[in-house]
Protein backbone atom coordinates (compact mmCIF):
# COMPACT_ATOMS: atom_id res chain seq x y z
CA UNK A 1 0.00 0.00 0.00
CA UNK A 2 1.35 3.23 -1.06
CA UNK A 3 2.11 5.90 2.20
CA UNK A 4 0.25 8.40 0.11
CA UNK A 5 -2.79 6.41 0.14
CA UNK A 6 -2.66 5.21 3.57
CA UNK A 7 -2.00 9.00 4.93
CA UNK A 8 -5.95 9.93 3.20
CA UNK A 9 -7.07 7.03 4.73
CA UNK A 10 -5.91 8.32 8.36
CA UNK A 11 -7.29 11.52 7.41
CA UNK A 12 -10.79 10.41 6.39
CA UNK A 13 -11.18 7.01 7.37
CA UNK A 14 -10.55 7.61 11.05
CA UNK A 15 -12.72 10.32 11.07
CA UNK A 16 -15.90 8.24 9.87
CA UNK A 17 -15.64 5.65 11.74
CA UNK A 18 -14.64 7.27 15.00
CA UNK A 19 -17.89 9.05 14.55
CA UNK A 20 -20.22 5.55 14.28
CA UNK A 21 -17.77 4.20 16.98
CA UNK A 22 -16.66 0.64 17.69
CA UNK A 23 -17.29 -2.66 16.06
CA UNK A 24 -20.73 -3.91 16.64
CA UNK A 25 -20.80 -6.91 14.67
CA UNK A 26 -20.35 -10.34 16.35
CA UNK A 27 -16.95 -11.04 14.50
CA UNK A 28 -16.31 -14.94 13.07
CA UNK A 29 -13.51 -16.47 14.63
CA UNK A 30 -12.70 -19.90 16.18
CA UNK A 31 -13.38 -19.34 19.89
CA UNK A 32 -11.02 -21.85 21.28
CA UNK A 33 -7.98 -19.63 20.77
CA UNK A 34 -9.30 -17.43 22.86
CA UNK A 35 -9.81 -19.92 25.82
CA UNK A 36 -7.35 -19.65 29.02
CA UNK A 37 -5.28 -22.43 29.41
CA UNK A 38 -4.80 -23.98 32.73
CA UNK A 39 -1.39 -23.43 33.31
CA UNK A 40 0.23 -20.06 32.49
CA UNK A 41 3.91 -19.73 31.13
CA UNK A 42 6.38 -18.29 33.81
CA UNK A 43 7.34 -14.81 32.46
CA UNK A 44 5.89 -11.78 31.52
CA UNK A 45 5.34 -11.51 27.89
CA UNK A 46 5.95 -15.22 27.41
CA UNK A 47 3.96 -16.72 24.98
CA UNK A 48 0.98 -18.97 25.07
CA UNK A 49 0.10 -19.54 21.51
CA UNK A 50 0.03 -17.66 18.06
CA UNK A 51 -1.72 -18.58 14.55
CA UNK A 52 -1.70 -16.48 11.39
CA UNK A 53 -3.99 -13.60 10.97
CA UNK A 54 -4.57 -10.72 8.22
CA UNK A 55 -5.55 -6.92 8.46
CA UNK A 56 -8.37 -5.36 6.37
CA UNK A 57 -8.44 -1.69 6.74
CA UNK A 58 -11.82 -1.57 5.21
CA UNK A 59 -14.67 -3.55 6.45
CA UNK A 60 -15.79 -4.62 2.50
CA UNK A 61 -11.88 -6.11 2.81
CA UNK A 62 -10.70 -4.29 -0.45
CA UNK A 63 -7.74 -2.81 1.39
CA UNK A 64 -5.65 -5.86 2.75
CA UNK A 65 -2.09 -4.51 4.98
CA UNK A 66 0.97 -5.71 3.08
CA UNK A 67 2.00 -7.41 6.70
CA UNK A 68 2.87 -10.32 7.98
CA UNK A 69 0.00 -10.74 10.48
CA UNK A 70 -0.18 -12.98 13.87
CA UNK A 71 -2.85 -13.28 16.48
CA UNK A 72 -1.06 -13.80 20.14
CA UNK A 73 -2.12 -14.94 23.53
CA UNK A 74 0.88 -13.81 25.98
CA UNK A 75 1.07 -14.02 29.39
CA UNK A 76 0.23 -10.54 31.64
CA UNK A 77 -0.60 -9.40 35.45
CA UNK A 78 -3.51 -8.18 36.45
CA UNK A 79 -4.11 -5.30 38.47
CA UNK A 80 -3.16 -6.79 41.62
CA UNK A 81 -0.23 -8.43 39.81
CA UNK A 82 -1.67 -12.04 39.67
CA UNK A 83 -0.86 -14.01 35.75
CA UNK A 84 -3.08 -13.79 33.71
CA UNK A 85 -3.54 -14.64 29.69
CA UNK A 86 -4.00 -11.72 27.09
CA UNK A 87 -4.15 -11.70 23.44
CA UNK A 88 -3.50 -9.50 20.30
CA UNK A 89 -1.82 -9.00 17.51
CA UNK A 90 1.23 -8.46 15.46
CA UNK A 91 2.02 -7.03 12.52
CA UNK A 92 5.18 -6.90 10.71
CA UNK A 93 4.92 -5.05 7.29
CA UNK A 94 6.03 -7.09 4.24
CA UNK A 95 8.74 -4.61 2.66
CA UNK A 96 11.72 -4.83 4.15
CA UNK A 97 12.79 -1.74 6.57
CA UNK A 98 14.80 0.74 4.83
CA UNK A 99 15.54 2.82 7.94
CA UNK A 100 18.55 2.77 10.17
CA UNK A 101 19.18 0.23 12.89
CA UNK A 102 16.19 -2.29 13.56
CA UNK A 103 13.10 -2.17 12.41
CA UNK A 104 11.34 -0.06 15.18
CA UNK A 105 7.98 -1.40 17.15
CA UNK A 106 4.78 0.23 18.12
CA UNK A 107 2.67 -0.94 21.10
CA UNK A 108 -0.31 0.55 19.82
CA UNK A 109 -3.26 0.90 22.54
CA UNK A 110 -7.03 0.73 20.94
CA UNK A 111 -9.65 3.27 22.48
CA UNK A 112 -12.48 1.98 23.74
CA UNK A 113 -14.02 -0.93 21.83
CA UNK A 114 -16.44 -2.37 24.41
CA UNK A 115 -17.02 -5.08 26.62
CA UNK A 116 -17.94 -8.24 24.65
CA UNK A 117 -15.66 -10.64 23.87
CA UNK A 118 -16.30 -9.96 20.01
CA UNK A 119 -15.21 -6.79 20.29
CA UNK A 120 -11.61 -7.17 20.62
CA UNK A 121 -9.04 -5.35 18.57
CA UNK A 122 -7.75 -9.29 17.45
CA UNK A 123 -11.11 -9.80 15.97
CA UNK A 124 -11.82 -6.60 14.56
CA UNK A 125 -8.67 -6.22 12.29
CA UNK A 126 -9.34 -9.69 11.07
CA UNK A 127 -12.51 -8.19 9.37
CA UNK A 128 -12.09 -4.64 8.59
CA UNK A 129 -14.02 -3.58 11.48
CA UNK A 130 -10.95 -1.77 13.26
CA UNK A 131 -12.28 1.63 13.80
CA UNK A 132 -8.45 2.94 14.27
CA UNK A 133 -7.20 0.52 11.83
CA UNK A 134 -6.43 3.56 9.48
CA UNK A 135 -3.91 4.70 12.27
CA UNK A 136 -2.51 1.28 12.50
CA UNK A 137 -2.09 0.85 8.68
CA UNK A 138 -0.44 4.28 8.39
CA UNK A 139 2.18 2.90 11.24
CA UNK A 140 2.98 -0.07 8.83
CA UNK A 141 3.39 2.39 6.22
CA UNK A 142 6.44 3.65 7.56
CA UNK A 143 7.86 0.53 7.94
CA UNK A 144 6.91 -0.24 11.70
CA UNK A 145 6.03 -3.27 13.04
CA UNK A 146 3.02 -3.18 15.41
CA UNK A 147 1.61 -4.99 18.24
CA UNK A 148 -2.16 -4.76 19.30
CA UNK A 149 -2.95 -5.60 22.58
CA UNK A 150 -6.68 -6.67 23.34
CA UNK A 151 -6.30 -6.06 27.30
CA UNK A 152 -7.71 -7.97 29.91
CA UNK A 153 -10.76 -9.49 29.79
CA UNK A 154 -11.62 -8.60 26.28
CA UNK A 155 -11.62 -11.51 23.83
CA UNK A 156 -10.58 -13.72 26.69
CA UNK A 157 -12.78 -14.54 30.12
CA UNK A 158 -13.79 -12.67 32.33
CA UNK A 159 -15.16 -9.21 32.53
CA UNK A 160 -12.68 -6.63 30.46
CA UNK A 161 -11.26 -4.72 33.40
CA UNK A 162 -11.72 -1.33 31.22
CA UNK A 163 -10.08 1.56 32.74
CA UNK A 164 -7.62 -0.31 35.29
CA UNK A 165 -4.48 1.62 35.46
CA UNK A 166 -2.10 -1.08 35.87
CA UNK A 167 -3.89 -3.58 34.22
CA UNK A 168 -3.88 -1.75 30.67
CA UNK A 169 0.04 -0.65 31.21
CA UNK A 170 0.60 -4.26 31.83
CA UNK A 171 -0.97 -5.39 28.90
CA UNK A 172 0.71 -3.11 26.52
CA UNK A 173 4.34 -3.93 28.10
CA UNK A 174 3.97 -7.80 27.94
CA UNK A 175 2.71 -7.17 24.11
CA UNK A 176 6.50 -6.16 23.31
CA UNK A 177 7.76 -8.46 24.76
CA UNK A 178 5.43 -10.95 23.58
CA UNK A 179 6.13 -9.38 20.28
CA UNK A 180 10.08 -9.39 20.71
CA UNK A 181 9.34 -13.37 21.45
CA UNK A 182 7.24 -14.09 18.49
CA UNK A 183 10.61 -15.92 16.91
CA UNK A 184 9.99 -13.11 13.85
CA UNK A 185 13.63 -11.71 12.73
CA UNK A 186 12.14 -8.42 11.74
CA UNK A 187 11.33 -7.92 15.82
CA UNK A 188 14.42 -8.24 17.86
CA UNK A 189 15.10 -7.78 21.38
CA UNK A 190 16.58 -4.48 22.18
CA UNK A 191 15.19 -2.79 19.22
CA UNK A 192 13.93 0.37 19.34
CA UNK A 193 10.21 0.18 20.66
CA UNK A 194 7.26 3.31 21.38
CA UNK A 195 3.99 3.76 22.54
CA UNK A 196 0.97 5.14 21.39
CA UNK A 197 -2.73 5.52 21.93
CA UNK A 198 -5.61 7.74 22.14
CA UNK A 199 -9.01 7.93 25.26
CA UNK A 200 -8.79 4.80 26.52
CA UNK A 201 -5.52 4.15 24.35
CA UNK A 202 -4.19 7.20 25.93
CA UNK A 203 -4.95 6.26 29.18
CA UNK A 204 -3.08 2.90 28.87
CA UNK A 205 -0.36 4.52 26.34
CA UNK A 206 0.09 6.47 29.71
CA UNK A 207 0.10 4.03 32.08
CA UNK A 208 2.57 2.40 30.39
CA UNK A 209 5.00 5.00 29.80
CA UNK A 210 5.16 5.37 33.99
CA UNK A 211 5.43 1.72 34.31
CA UNK A 212 8.31 1.04 31.96
CA UNK A 213 11.28 1.93 34.17
CA UNK A 214 10.00 -0.62 36.86
CA UNK A 215 7.92 -2.88 34.93
CA UNK A 216 10.10 -3.01 31.56
CA UNK A 217 13.26 -1.64 32.24
CA UNK A 218 14.98 -4.33 29.37
CA UNK A 219 12.46 -2.12 26.28
CA UNK A 220 14.38 0.34 24.29
CA UNK A 221 11.99 2.52 25.07
CA UNK A 222 12.11 6.01 22.65
CA UNK A 223 8.75 7.61 23.58
CA UNK A 224 5.01 7.39 23.88
CA UNK A 225 2.03 9.32 22.18
CA UNK A 226 -0.56 9.71 24.37
CA UNK A 227 -4.04 11.16 23.20
CA UNK A 228 -6.51 12.53 25.32
CA UNK A 229 -5.71 10.62 28.48
CA UNK A 230 -8.27 10.11 31.18
CA UNK A 231 -5.88 10.82 33.54
CA UNK A 232 -8.10 11.54 36.64
CA UNK A 233 -11.28 9.12 36.31
CA UNK A 234 -13.23 10.86 38.81
CA UNK A 235 -13.52 13.95 37.25
CA UNK A 236 -13.93 12.42 33.90
CA UNK A 237 -17.15 9.89 35.52
CA UNK A 238 -19.00 13.27 36.39
CA UNK A 239 -18.15 14.67 33.17
CA UNK A 240 -19.56 11.84 31.41
CA UNK A 241 -22.68 10.81 33.77
CA UNK A 242 -26.25 11.50 31.58
CA UNK A 243 -24.47 12.76 28.59
CA UNK A 244 -23.41 11.38 24.96
CA UNK A 245 -21.05 9.32 26.50
CA UNK A 246 -23.00 7.33 29.21
CA UNK A 247 -21.41 3.94 28.20
CA UNK A 248 -18.57 4.50 29.06
CA UNK A 249 -19.01 4.96 32.60
CA UNK A 250 -21.17 2.39 32.78
CA UNK A 251 -17.75 0.15 31.05
CA UNK A 252 -15.97 2.42 33.91
CA UNK A 253 -17.82 1.35 36.89
CA UNK A 254 -18.45 -2.12 35.88
CA UNK A 255 -14.27 -2.87 34.84
CA UNK A 256 -12.92 -1.24 37.92
CA UNK A 257 -15.21 -2.92 40.11
CA UNK A 258 -14.25 -6.42 38.26
CA UNK A 259 -10.71 -5.25 38.56
CA UNK A 260 -11.15 -5.03 42.52
CA UNK A 261 -12.88 -8.29 43.07
CA UNK A 262 -15.83 -6.00 43.81
CA UNK A 263 -19.10 -6.90 43.23
CA UNK A 264 -20.91 -3.44 41.54
CA UNK A 265 -24.38 -5.33 41.57
CA UNK A 266 -24.80 -4.62 45.32
CA UNK A 267 -24.36 -0.87 44.47
CA UNK A 268 -27.31 -1.19 41.31
CA UNK A 269 -31.07 -1.23 41.04
CA UNK A 270 -32.76 -4.27 39.14
CA UNK A 271 -32.59 -2.17 36.09
CA UNK A 272 -29.16 -1.01 36.94
CA UNK A 273 -27.93 -4.40 37.06
CA UNK A 274 -29.83 -5.64 33.90
CA UNK A 275 -27.95 -2.53 32.21
CA UNK A 276 -24.64 -3.63 33.00
CA UNK A 277 -24.99 -6.99 32.46
CA UNK A 278 -26.11 -5.80 28.70
CA UNK A 279 -23.10 -3.78 28.53
CA UNK A 280 -20.71 -6.57 29.31
CA UNK A 281 -21.92 -8.34 26.67
CA UNK A 282 -21.64 -5.15 23.84
CA UNK A 283 -19.39 -2.97 21.77
CA UNK A 284 -18.94 0.81 21.71
CA UNK A 285 -21.46 1.74 19.02
CA UNK A 286 -23.91 -0.10 20.48
CA UNK A 287 -23.73 0.93 24.12
CA UNK A 288 -23.47 4.68 22.97
CA UNK A 289 -26.61 4.53 21.46
CA UNK A 290 -28.58 2.60 24.35
CA UNK A 291 -27.22 4.53 27.41
CA UNK A 292 -27.40 7.88 25.53
CA UNK A 293 -28.36 10.70 27.92
CA UNK A 294 -29.72 8.25 30.12
CA UNK A 295 -31.20 9.37 33.67
CA UNK A 296 -28.43 7.17 35.59
CA UNK A 297 -30.42 7.47 38.99
CA UNK A 298 -32.47 5.03 37.69
CA UNK A 299 -29.90 2.09 37.47
CA UNK A 300 -28.67 2.84 41.67
CA UNK A 301 -29.93 1.26 45.17
CA UNK A 302 -29.69 4.45 46.37
CA UNK A 303 -31.46 6.89 43.63
CA UNK A 304 -28.40 9.23 43.37
CA UNK A 305 -26.63 9.56 39.82
CA UNK A 306 -23.98 6.92 39.01
CA UNK A 307 -21.17 9.04 38.61
CA UNK A 308 -21.50 9.85 41.99
CA UNK A 309 -20.44 6.38 42.99
CA UNK A 310 -16.67 7.41 42.57
CA UNK A 311 -17.31 8.57 45.95
CA UNK A 312 -18.61 5.99 47.88
CA UNK A 313 -16.31 5.24 50.87
CA UNK A 314 -15.50 1.51 48.92
CA UNK A 315 -15.11 3.19 45.64
CA UNK A 316 -13.55 6.27 46.02
CA UNK A 317 -9.31 4.73 46.62
CA UNK A 318 -9.96 2.27 43.93
CA UNK A 319 -10.81 5.12 41.81
CA UNK A 320 -8.16 7.30 43.31
CA UNK A 321 -5.37 4.31 42.77
CA UNK A 322 -6.32 4.56 38.63
CA UNK A 323 -4.73 8.94 38.25
CA UNK A 324 -2.34 8.55 36.45
CA UNK A 325 0.96 11.45 36.99
CA UNK A 326 -0.09 10.87 40.94
CA UNK A 327 3.92 10.33 41.85
CA UNK A 328 4.70 8.43 38.43
CA UNK A 329 6.54 9.69 34.92
CA UNK A 330 7.48 8.58 32.29
CA UNK A 331 11.80 8.78 31.61
CA UNK A 332 11.16 9.43 28.02
CA UNK A 333 9.68 12.25 25.71
CA UNK A 334 6.39 11.89 25.60
CA UNK A 335 3.88 13.74 23.27
CA UNK A 336 0.45 14.76 25.09
CA UNK A 337 -2.46 15.65 23.12
CA UNK A 338 -5.99 17.02 23.92
CA UNK A 339 -8.71 18.90 22.26
CA UNK A 340 -9.77 22.28 23.88
CA UNK A 341 -13.72 20.99 22.26
CA UNK A 342 -13.81 17.42 23.87
CA UNK A 343 -16.90 17.01 25.44
CA UNK A 344 -15.80 13.48 26.34
CA UNK A 345 -12.89 13.79 28.73
CA UNK A 346 -11.95 17.70 29.68
CA UNK A 347 -9.27 19.44 28.26
CA UNK A 348 -8.07 20.07 31.68
CA UNK A 349 -7.63 16.46 31.83
CA UNK A 350 -4.32 16.68 29.70
CA UNK A 351 -3.34 19.58 30.78
CA UNK A 352 -3.35 19.16 34.31
CA UNK A 353 -1.02 15.64 33.03
CA UNK A 354 1.45 17.12 31.24
CA UNK A 355 2.06 19.75 34.71
CA UNK A 356 2.72 17.09 37.06
CA UNK A 357 4.89 15.00 34.15
CA UNK A 358 6.83 18.09 33.53
CA UNK A 359 7.09 18.79 37.47
CA UNK A 360 8.22 15.35 37.82
CA UNK A 361 11.10 16.31 35.26
CA UNK A 362 9.84 14.41 31.86
CA UNK A 363 10.04 16.11 28.16
CA UNK A 364 6.52 16.60 27.66
CA UNK A 365 5.35 18.34 24.57
CA UNK A 366 1.48 19.45 24.96
CA UNK A 367 -0.18 19.63 21.79
CA UNK A 368 -3.37 21.31 21.58
CA UNK A 369 -6.03 20.72 18.93
CA UNK A 370 -9.41 21.98 18.33
CA UNK A 371 -10.86 18.91 17.13
CA UNK A 372 -14.53 18.96 17.19
CA UNK A 373 -15.72 16.73 19.59
CA UNK A 374 -13.61 13.74 21.25
CA UNK A 375 -13.46 11.93 17.77
CA UNK A 376 -12.63 15.14 16.07
CA UNK A 377 -9.52 15.36 18.39
CA UNK A 378 -8.36 12.01 17.75
CA UNK A 379 -8.17 12.84 13.86
CA UNK A 380 -6.51 16.27 14.76
CA UNK A 381 -3.95 14.21 16.81
CA UNK A 382 -2.66 12.28 14.00
CA UNK A 383 -0.21 14.06 12.20
CA UNK A 384 1.75 15.04 15.62
CA UNK A 385 1.59 11.90 16.40
CA UNK A 386 2.94 10.24 13.79
CA UNK A 387 5.74 13.07 13.21
CA UNK A 388 6.32 12.47 16.79
CA UNK A 389 7.28 8.72 16.22
CA UNK A 390 9.08 9.45 13.40
CA UNK A 391 11.47 11.87 14.69
CA UNK A 392 11.83 9.32 18.04
CA UNK A 393 13.24 6.80 15.89
CA UNK A 394 15.69 9.08 14.05
CA UNK A 395 17.14 10.24 17.11
CA UNK A 396 16.12 14.15 17.20
CA UNK A 397 16.49 15.32 19.59
CA UNK A 398 12.73 16.17 21.39
CA UNK A 399 10.67 19.45 21.70
CA UNK A 400 9.10 20.31 25.04
CA UNK A 401 7.22 23.11 25.64
CA UNK A 402 6.57 22.27 29.77
CA UNK A 403 7.74 26.63 29.89
CA UNK A 404 3.97 27.39 28.44
CA UNK A 405 2.03 25.48 30.99
Request: proline fraction near 6%; hydrophobic fraction near 45%.
Amino acid sequence: MKRSSVRLLTSLATAAALLWGGAAAVHADPADFYEIPGTLPGSNGDLIRSEPSVFYVDPLKTIRAEADVQKIMYRSLDSKDRPIAVTGTVLVPTPAWTGTGARPLVSYAAGTQGQGDQCAPSRALAVGEEYEGAFIAGLLSRGYAVVVTDYEGLGTAPVHTYMARASQAHAVLDAVRAAQRLGNPQIVAGGPVAIAGYSQGGGASAAAAELAPQYAPELNLKGAYAGAVPADLAVVAKNLDGGLYTGFLIYALSGLTASNDMDINAYLSPAGRARVARTQTECTITSLASNAFLNTATLTLSGAKAGAMVDLPEIKPLVAEQKIGNGRAPQVPVLLSHSLLDDAIPYGQGRDLAKRWCDAGTSVYFDTTLGATHAGGYVAAVPAAFLFLERRFEGQTPITNCWTL
